[in-house]
């Protein structure tokens, strides 16, 4: 997730500025930069890599008395992690910073270069620049040019824009994105796209709304709203704790995680989906000439996604799909023929066994494809092709909105590889896009699903072990639920396809063996509901989560009513990562710092 910060004021603005960045460090990103107005002079400066290196580059300017400036940290989706495509990004005469995606920058930048406008930048974010000072030039004033290139950008932004001719006002304007401007007694600016930067230095703050847009000066704060009336100032006071405001408030950043699935993934399918069509840019269509066979391969919770995936792509591109676990396949004398796509899938992008297979694949000549969430890993760097599932930093060890966005990247990749291969009709691909358009709304959290689910998490805090089961994509999910538990709870747990208990497993059937039930509406309810009779018959206590009412189990956890399976998915996969994270809690566990366990897996 990008970071943005912005200041107006007599203060040192540059340390200011890197200040403000370095307290939003935390939400990872892999370049920054700042651009400071002072007298109608411009000084402007990026680095990649972390905030000491751009530190560094700063060191030799120093700013006294009033100026202002707009800083930010950049986490790349569209564009690789250079200085070039680092922000602030720069026009004739003007800076901004951004953070979301500009969904029809491609168009704009089309219009832009036929203007003969020269671009420096991959990124979405540099049409903003060139387009306001088109605008500029037919406009009566900065504020109408700002206002009008706000009205013709389509998608997520929080932006701050900064113009020579007008050295004592900030521009801002906030749609998707999060975005705050804080105020003080020394009639200061701030602004940040979280709390943390504005801790010591505000008193009070105004969270912008979707739509809104205006500008400070030294004298005024002017806030329109997305009817283009003027929106009263909503000041609220600014909490002090910073940890706190870097979990959004949350106890633990896996909880943070878990609540914010639903905004990550709109980023993820953000610029990909047309309504008939899934759009990858970050693909060359020759990737999958001459596949017939793709083969996935993973470790822990991206190998669970990466088993959803095989369903998925059996089933809608109609290619057979073979999964591997990493640490298997780089000691097996695996056979690899070049009509398979190799893809391998990490949050990280360094864990060990995974980049070595990948290395494996590239030396037997495959093609190679990277799902990952941190552009430029190692991983990024080896592929052929690489897919950014844009769920921004991910604090809590166990991983949560990697995982759903990665299930999200798979399930428009299927989709995309169908169309190729024509398997789906345009209206197949259609329904499956409106579907996806509503995955945000299938990870929302209730304070009603939590507190229930936190009620009967009391219940599970003992037993001699828990079986989580499920057919088809649900029984990836079930390895995955088993998996959260057994990371941050430290019980036993297993995952388990629901037709397979009665192969075994069903001895353990006790009532102090609990079986957590997944059973969807769209997708062979029956068969898994007579699984879960069998083992209510042999008295193992039973939590069903469905959206059908189940009478067989001891607990149940209702879901929404879904159009499709895949949307059970999602709705099953919060219920599952806020069960495991409340008997966590119950049981005194670190949620985010599990015992025995690393974020990122670099070593065999
Ligand atoms: C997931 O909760 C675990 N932290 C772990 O299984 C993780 O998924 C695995 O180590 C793979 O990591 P990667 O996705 O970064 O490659």
Request: net charge negative; hydrophobic share 40%.
């Amino acid at each position: 997730m990008c970071g943005i910060v912005g200041y107006l004021g007599q203060k040192d603005t540059k340390d200011i500025l890197l200040g403000g960045l370095k307290e939003l460090e935390y939400r990872g990103y892999d370049s920054a930069g700042i651009a400071v107005l002072q007298e109608g002079n411009f000084h402007s400066y990026k680095a990649t890599g972390k905030l000491v290196n751009l530190e560094e580059k700063t060191q030799d300017f120093i700013t006294n008395g009033f100026a202002i400036g707009i800083g930010h940290t950049r986490w790349a989706t569209h564009g690789k992690p250079t200085e070039l495509n680092a922000h602030p990004h720069v026009g004739e005469s003007s800076y901004v910073v951004h953070n979301g995606i500009i969904e029809n920058y491609a168009d704009l930048k089309k219009e832009l270069i036929a203007d003969g406008v020269k671009f420096l930048s991959q990124t979405d974010t540099e049409v903003i620049v060139h387009q306001f000072e088109k605008n500029l030039k037919t406009s009566d004033s900065s504020f109408e040019a700002f206002k009008k290139t706000i009205s013709q950008l389509q998608g997520a932004y929080a932006i701050l824009l900064v113009t020579k001719g007008e050295d004592e006002t900030i521009f801002f304007a906030k749609h998707g994105s999060p975005m705050l401007v804080g105020i003080n007694a020394e009639n200061e600016k701030y602004f940040a796209s979280s709390d943390t930067p504005l801790i010591g230095h505000c008193s009070d703050v105004n969270y912008f709304e979707d739509g809104d847009y205006g500008y400070v000066t030294p004298v005024g704060l002017a806030i329109f709203d997305k009817n283009n009336k003027v929106q009263k100032p909503n000041f609220s006071k600014l909490t002090q704790n910073k940890l706190s405001a870097q979990k959004d408030g949350f106890r633990f950043f896996m909880e943070k995680e878990i609540y914010e699935q639903g905004d990550v993934i709109a980023d993820t399918l953000m610029g990909r989906l047309s309504d008939e069509e899934i759009l990858f840019e970050e693909l060359d269509t020759t990737l999958f000439k001459g596949i017939n066979e793709i083969k996935l391969c993973a470790c822990g919770t991206s190998y669970h996604s990466a088993l959803t995936a095989t369903y998925l792509f059996e089933r809608y591109a109609k290619i057979k799909t073979t999964i591997e676990v990493a640490s298997e396949f780089r000691y097996r004398s695996p056979i690899m023929s070049k009509d398979t796509l190799f893809v391998v899938i990490s949050q990280s992008g360094e864990t060990a066994d995974t980049l070595e297979t990948l290395k494996m694949a590239k030396k037997a000549g495959l093609k190679t494809l990277v799902i990952c969430n941190v552009d430029n890993s190692s991983m990024v760097r080896l592929a052929d092709a690489c897919i950014l599932t844009r769920a921004g930093v991910e604090k809590g060890v166990a991983s949560t909105k990697a995982f759903a966005t990665q299930v999200t990247v798979f399930w428009m990749l299927s989709l995309y590889v169908g169309k190729l291969k024509d398997t789906m009709s345009t209206q197949e691909i259609a329904k499956q896009i409106a579907l996806l358009r509503e995955v945000p709304g299938a990870c929302k959290v209730t304070d009603n699903l939590h507190e229930r689910i936190k009620r009967l998490s009391k219940r599970y805090l003992h037993g001699h072990g828990f079986f989580f089961i499920g057919r088809d994509v649900f029984y990836p999910l079930a390895l995955e639920g088993a998996l959260k538990l057994k990371e941050i709870s430290y019980l036993h747990a297993e995952g388990y396809p629901s037709g397979e208990m009665k192969h075994g497993p069903i001895a353990l059937a006790d009532p102090e063996l609990f079986t957590i039930a997944l059973l969807p509406q769209h997708l062979l309810y029956e068969k898994a509901k007579s699984n879960v009779e069998e083992l209510s018959a042999r008295d193992s206590t039973i939590c069903a989560i469905s959206a059908i009412e189940f009478d067989k189990a001891d607990d149940f956890i209702a879901i929404n009513e879904c159009k499709d399976y895949m949307l059970e998915f999602f709705e099953m996969m919060v219920v599952l990562q806020v069960l495991s994270l409340e008997i966590s809690v119950r049981l005194g566990n670190d949620v985010d710092m599990p015992r025995n366990l690393a974020k990122s897996v670099t070593v065999e």
